[in-house]
């Protein structure tokens, strides 16, 4: 008999606890895996020893619907990098600790870029300690820039409320008789595939976004408002979807200060909507998607929430066949009908590598995305999940605040 | 025969196509009315004689379901505020010849309060003239600050986007193991029912929202602070709820300047969240809900929904029974069972003011909601839509931009 341990890492997403649920109940189908402990705050749970028996935490099968539901991540998270082992073996000590204490033989770690660095590490310095403790990675991120999966669970439920809102913001836009330039801001600060995701809406006769700015792309104001006065002389409300990430003038995203020399307190919409104001003078909006666009389970993709349950099982069954240091990915067979596998990769070629939008995804002129892109991003974000509600709201799963604290 | 007209004015809701639908099938049934005109951009197209025939436009009863789910306002909507005509009656001239040459004989006007201000003015002008036009306001705001009614259509369906995004807003807050504080703006710049409502979270056991501000409470930055840091003594996840409309130091919202003398260029939220960092210094976002809590159908409350249409509806009936002048208001018999009906008040009495938040739905410290005041937000927030999709994105009916220009 052995135990296993799960915890959860990086940024909030709508399928992270999906995927928690996918070890969970594969986990109970395996007469040798007996606790299953779930780590507080990712892998810092492992380091202090602050772990839950998600046995007693989930105690139903209308307890694994709610999880599977709520957003964000039930067993916290953390933006822990682990050191070289090679270097700095102390944490590593305190884990190897954990894991003996608690007889654990298996390991999956959700998240992105830093918790693949973090499998990666550990299995080595594990293998390297002849301790028989399998590390496996499951992927997530709503910024889908995780190389070798085709995608990553998470990035569909955002990219589907993105172009929901989208959608809804175009029809708020166009209702003044005056011109307007209404500029969305969405989360990618390295690479474009959630904005580029909201041309979807290209395929539904729309003709916003109008302009598509991703970081791939070097980013010139000058450029910019030509764009917008082009599309302004087509369109009496422009649309323009802008990653976070996009590159500006020095100081304006880092917070210091803004191109007039203030303090810049807010992000690139907003700097783009003031930069409108002033040199073209129309009216003008930015919106900023914010933590909504990771977290609104109540839109989510029944596609993403799914596979991202699914891959987290397969996670388990990958660590049960004696394998270590593997990130579970997704492998695309096509498009139409969209069919998946799911196979795995060696962690050190998914840690800290990232993955771009592709340029041939992106049109000639840099400023919007190419229609066959949208093959790509349409199977993901398809499906709706059959929510559990209480006084009409999306009901959650959540374990008292004092067991994260 | 008579043909009738009908207006959007004021912010786009989710309901406010609804109450378009309401008017335009109980025409529809009624063998004396004719055509039936949408005035592009609320009052400015009779002004103007920019009207579309809606029987041309609306063909089939899917077009009918689509334009129920369809957020904003599908002729486009304006900010005009007719002169008094005892005064100024040049437009109001304009106006009559629309109403002639179309052969109008009754106007709907689907608005918050400045609309009601032109339901007033115009009904009494037509009536000085002789002339049989019915004038009849079906109310929506988001903001809820109608008087004599209930509630408003739309504010509902925001209240619910409100609830939702709030309790998806705690799941994010609460991941890292550091202490935060995330304060939501919420839209209402004299009223806090909006911000008020996001208290439904009490009764599904949340203790989110910890702290609301609503304008009718007088604000201060010292009691924000004291309330703030008492709340972080017991949450590590402090969730906060502004009204964007809360009184603040000189210049702050007004665009002008903020209180370090810098040009400032965002909302309330953000300029919290900044005194947070600067006065308690722990981890801080500010959230602005902005346009979505005003466009986000594919979140909208049946509820909302339904009763939009019925006002709509019960208007035409009003206005054939011979009244004019009246505005459509709901009046509740009870909470539970919930019962709404539908009544009429002087156009007057409901046109240019604002029907605060009572003190009662408010703590005696001003900083939260009592949970009694959650039996009146609860039944408004019910039912969800099922909504048509395309490529699994809620479809809208929209006529093309040109109609628009």
């Avoid at 020893?49 to 099968?61: A, E, G, R």
Wanted: with cysteine.
């Amino acid at each position: 008999m052995i135990n296993i341990a799960v915890a959860q890492s990086g940024g909030p997403t709508c399928a992270i606890n999906a995927s928690l649920v996918g070890v969970f109940k594969e986990s109970l189908k395996v007469p040798k895996i007996d606790a299953i402990f779930g780590s507080i705050n990712g892998i810092e749970g492992i380091i202090d020893n602050h772990l839950v028996d998600m046995k007693s935490m989930i105690l139903t099968n209308a307890d694994i619907e709610l999880l599977r539901q709520t957003p964000s991540t039930v067993l916290g998270s953390c933006r822990y990098k682990l050191p070289d082992w090679r270097e700095d073996e102390e944490v590593y000590k305190k884990i190897v600790d954990t894991f003996k204490q608690r007889n654990i033989g298996a390991f999956f770690y959700i998240g992105g870029n830093d918790s693949m660095d973090t499998v990666n590490k550990l299995s080595e310095y594990v293998y390297e300690q002849g301790l028989d403790v399998k590390i496996i990675g499951i992927p997530k991120t709503i910024d889908n820039d995780l190389c070798i999966t085709d995608h990553t669970p998470g990035f569909g439920s955002a990219a589907k409320y993105v172009a929901t809102t989208m959608h809804e913001i175009t029809r708020d836009s166009i209702v003044y008789s005056i011109p307007s330039v209404t500029i969305v801001e969405i989360m990618g600060r390295h690479a474009g595939w959630l904005t580029a995701s909201s041309a979807v809406l290209h395929a539904m006769g729309e003709t916003a976004p109008h302009l598509v700015y991703v970081p791939e792309i070097k980013f010139s104001l000058e450029r910019f408002l030509a764009d917008v006065r082009q599309e302004m002389s087509k369109h009496k409300a422009v649309i323009v979807a802008v990653s976070e990430g996009i590159e500006v003038p020095e100081g304006v995203q880092s917070g210091v200060v803004d191109n007039f020399g203030h303090k810049y307190l807010s992000g690139i919409g907003k700097y783009l909507e003031e930069i409108v104001r002033n040199e073209i003078g129309c009216k003008v909006r930015s919106v900023e998607l914010n933590v909504m666009q990771r977290c609104s389970s109540h839109v989510g993709s029944k596609t993403d929430i799914d596979e991202a349950e699914a891959i987290g099982a397969a996670g388990v069954r990958c660590a049960l066949e004696g394998n270590t240091g593997k990130v579970m990915v997704f492998k695309r067979v096509s498009d139409t009908p969209y069919t998946v596998v799911i196979d795995t990769a060696a962690a050190n070629e998914i840690a800290n590598n990232e993955k771009p939008l592709p340029r041939k995804y992106i049109n000639s002129a840099g400023n919007n995305i190419r229609d066959f892109a949208i093959d790509y991003f349409m199977p993901l974000i398809q499906g709706d999940l059959q929510l559990v509600t209480e006084h009409g709201i999306p009901k959650h799963f959540a374990i008292h605040e004092s067991v994260l604290k």
